[in-house]
C-alpha cells in the first residue's frame, strides 16, 4: 500500500526525522495562500503515486504566491507523466506546497527489505537525487547496503558507519545516526516494506533533511493499523484494482490482449509464462484465490471484460477446493449478463470437471474446452489470430 509524499513526512516529522515546514493544499487557491504562508517563495510538489516528479515537471521552485497558483492551475488540470506512471500518466488531486531550502549535498537514502536475507536493509549513497537510478547502473561502489540483524535491531555503530560512508563529520554525522535509528523505528512499528528517502540532504546552514519521502506498507500488516485504509487517495488507482480489492481478488493490469482468471499466484505466473511462449500477450491477470465462490468468479469475469483492451479471454483453473461445475456457472452467469461475445478458453481440471465442461458447451458462449494449459494457452492464440 502507498501512501503520498506528504504523509510520509508527517509520519516522519512524528518520529523526529527532520521534514520541511510544508501544507497540503486541494485547490490552486489553497497553494497561493500556503505560498504567501511560507513567505513567497517555496517549492510546489504534486502529489502522486509515482516517483520522477522532479523530471516530469510536477516539483517547482517557486517565487511568489501567483506564480505558486499558476503553476498549481497547470498541474490540477492535467495527468503528469513520469517514468514511473507509465504512458497513461496519474491525475493530480493534491500538491504540496513546502519551504524552499538551500540544499549543499544531496544523499539517497533508504530501508527496504532484502529478499534474499529476509531482512530490513539500509541502502544509502552520497551520490543522491534524481539520478539514482543511473548510479546504480554506472558506478555501484558507491552504494551503501546493511542487512539489519531482526534480534539485535539496526546498533549505533552501525548507523555512524554508513554515516561516515556518505562522508559526513561532526554534528551532522551524529544527526544522521539519529535519523538512521529513528527511520528504523517507523520500519518496525508502521509495517514497511520501503522507506526512502531521495534526496536526503545537507542545508547550507548545515542541517540534515528529508526532502523527498516515499513510504510502501507492506499490504499483509494492513489489517493491523486501523488508520491505513483512511490514507489511501483512490483517485491515484486503477478503479478495476479498487473493484476487485472490494471482493478480495488480486488484480493486475498488464499490456497485451488476453484477460487471464486464474487460481493462485503460482498457476498465474504459469499461465503468463506459458501465453507469452504461444506468442500471446496476457492484458492482465485475475487470481480468485482458492476457495472462491460462484458470485467471486463472476465478479472477476466482470472485471476482466471492463478491461478495454482484452479481445479474449484464459481461463486457467485447477478446482481443488473449488467445483469445475461451480466455476462454469461462474463463468456463464457473468458473461451473458454483460452479453459477453469474446473468445473465450477455459483450461480446468479437477471436481466436477466432466460437467463443467458440459454446462459450458451447452452455454451458447464463444468458448472452448480444454484439458491442458499448453492446449489451452494455444487456442486462444489462435482464436484471436
Ligand atoms: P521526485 O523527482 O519525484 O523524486 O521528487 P523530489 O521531491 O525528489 O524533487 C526533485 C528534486 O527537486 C530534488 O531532488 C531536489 O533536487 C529538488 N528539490 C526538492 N525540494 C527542494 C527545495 O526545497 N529546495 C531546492 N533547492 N530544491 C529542492
Ligand atoms: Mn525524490
Not at 103 to 113: N, V
Not at 120 to 128: F, K, P, T
Not at 203 to 223: C, E, P, R
Request: glycine share 10%; aromatic share 6%; net charge negative.
Amino acid at each position: 500500500m502507498n501512501i503520498h509524499e506528504y504523509q510520509a513526512k508527517e509520519l516522519l516529522g512524528s518520529y523526529e526525522i527532520p521534514v520541511p515546514r510544508g501544507r497540503v493544499c486541494l485547490t490552486a487557491d489553497q497553494v497561493e495562500r500556503a505560498a504567501k504562508m511560507m513567505g513567497g517563495r517555496c517549492m510546489v510538489k504534486a502529489q502522486v503515486y509515482a516517483g520522477g516528479r522532479g523530471k516530469a515537471g510536477g516539483v517547482k521552485l517557486v517565487h511568489h504566491p501567483e506564480q505558486a497558483q499558476d503553476f498549481a492551475k497547470e498541474l490540477f488540470g492535467r495527468k503528469l507523466v513520469t517514468k514511473q506512471t507509465g504512458p497513461e500518466g496519474l491525475r493530480v488531486r493534491r500538491i504540496l506546497v513546502e519551504e524552499a531550502v538551500e540544499i549543499a549535498k544531496e544523499f539517497y537514502l533508504s530501508i527496504t527489505l532484502d529478499r534474499e536475507s529476509s531482512r530490513y536493509c539500509i541502502i544509502a549513497s552520497a551520490q543522491g537525487g534524481i539520478d539514482i537510478e543511473a548510479v546504480a547502473q554506472k558506478s555501484p561502489e558507491s552504494i551503501h547496503v546493511l542487512t539489519i540483524d531482526p534480534f539485535a535491531g539496526l546498533r549505533s555503530f552501525q548507523a555512524r558507519k554508513i554515516a561516515l560512508a556518505l562522508g559526513l563529520s561532526g554534528s551532522v554525522c551524529e544527526d544522521c545516526v539519529s535519523l538512521l535509528l529513528n527511520l528504523y523505528k517507523v520500519c518496525l512499528a508502521k509495517d514497511c516494506a520501503l522507506i526512502e528517502i531521495n534526496p536526503l540532504v545537507v542545508t547550507k546552514a548545515g542541517w540534515l533533511m528529508a526532502m523527498d519521502a516515499k513510504i510502501t506498507f507492506d499490504d499483509n500488516a494492513v489489517f493491523r493499523h486501523r488508520e491505513y485504509p483512511d490514507m489511501v487517495d483512490y483517485s491515484q488507482l486503477d478503479p478495476l484494482e479498487i473493484t476487485a480489492g472490494k471482493y478480495d481478488l488480486a488484480y493486475i493490469k498488464l499490456d497485451g490482449s488476453i484477460g487471464c482468471l486464474v487460481n493462485g499466484a503460482g498457476l498465474a505466473m504459469a499461465t503468463l509464462d506459458v501465453l507469452h511462449e504461444c506468442g500471446g500477450r496476457p492484458a492482465n491477470f485475475l487470481d480468485v484465490g482458492g476457495g472462491a465462490t460462484r458470485e467471486k468468479v463472476a465478479e472477476a469475469f466482470k472485471i476482466i471484460l471492463q478491461d478495454s483492451d482484452v479481445q479474449g479471454i484464459f481461463v486457467n483453473i485447477f478446482g481443488g477446493i473449488m467445483r469445475c461445475d461451480v466455476i462454469a456457472q461462474g463463468i456463464i452467469e457473468a458473461a451473458s449478463e454483460v452479453r459477453c461475445t469474446l473468445p473465450i478458453v477455459v483450461r480446468m481440471d479437477g471436481s466436477q470437471v466432466e460437467e463443467g465442461k458440459r454446462l459450458l458447451t451447452e452455454s451458447g458462449l464463444n468458448v472452448q474446452c480444454s484439458d491442458t494449459l499448453g492446449d489451452g494457452a494455444q487456442r486462444i492464440v489462435q482464436m484471436l489470430g
